[in-house]
T-cell receptor, first 114, second 112 residues
Framework: DTAVSQTPKYLVTQMGNDKSIKCEQN?????MYWYKQDSKKFLKIMFS???????INETVPNRFSPKSPDKAHLNLHINSLELGDSAVYFC?????????????FGSGTRLTVV | KNQVEQSPQSLIILEGKNCTLQ??????????LRWYKQDTGRGPVSLTI?????NTKSNGRYTATLDADTKQSSLHITASQLSDSASYIC???????????FGAGTTVTVRA
């Protein structure tokens, strides 16, 4: 009964490919996020969706496109993958977009671009 | 310069001992401060969330303190266990846009 589930857990792909990472939460939260954790372990916000509406879109290349078919899902599609995209990507959700409530994170997707 | 600085970067302690992790922040205006535990290969899990008016909050063997005047927080782990080996991340939220700022984390290794 995983609260925030991401798939796949590991993804190894070649430069130039297009890939997607899926995220689903069963907590009834109305806000979902994508974070990137780099090699120095910093977690950086990429996108935030509240009730299927984009509310945060940090400076990420437009090769990254989030898609939210409903408020329980927030998928991350990446076009033309580059070596620098290698990182661990975390999906998270919270009850409101105020950010006060605790975030629940998924287990992460380790993306390796070769 | 990151708005949330944690120290030490890493530490090793013997099982049963106590340790204290530090977090200094410059995030303003302040909303709340959270401590997360991240096990290797897993996502961060919330330990505590503290608002401006809270000085101390405990969660089992974890005790967090907050001094909003000096913009410092600490996480104290009492009677450490092997399962405490993880990265501990300090996260501060702004009150105007609730944007989170993450520290780089402190990696704790507990040895038998």
């Amino acid at each position: 009964d995983t609260a925030v589930s991401q798939t796949p857990k590991y993804l190894v792909t070649q430069m130039g490919n297009d890939k997607s990472i899926k995220c689903e939460q069963n907590l009834g939260h109305d806000t979902m996020y994508w974070y990137k954790q780099d090699s120095k372990k910093f977690l950086k916000i990429m996108f935030s969706y509240n009730n299927k509406e984009l509310i945060i879109n940090e400076t990420v290349p437009n090769r990254f496109s989030p898609k939210s078919p409903d408020k329980a899902h927030l998928n991350l599609h990446i076009n033309s993958l580059e070596l620098g995209d290698s990182a661990v990507y975390f999906c998270a959700s919270s009850h409101t977009n105020t950010g006060f409530q605790g975030y629940t994170f998924g287990s992460g997707t380790r993306l390796t671009v070769v | 310069k990151n708005q949330v600085e944690q120290s030490p970067q890493s530490l090793i302690i013997l099982e049963g001992k106590n340790c204290t992790l530090q977090c200094n922040y410059t995030v303003s205006p302040f909303s709340n401060l959270r401590w997360y535990k991240q096990d290797t290969g897993r996502g961060p899990v919330s330990l505590t969330i503290m608002t401006f008016s809270e000085n101390t909050k405990s969660n089992g063997r974890y005790t967090a303190t907050l001094d909003a005047d000096t913009k410092q927080s600490s996480l104290h782990i009492t009677a450490s266990q092997l399962s405490d080996s993880a990265s501990y991340i300090c996260v501060v939220s702004r009150s105007n846009d609730y944007k989170l700022s993450f520290g780089a984390g402190t990696t704790v290794t507990v040895r038998a």
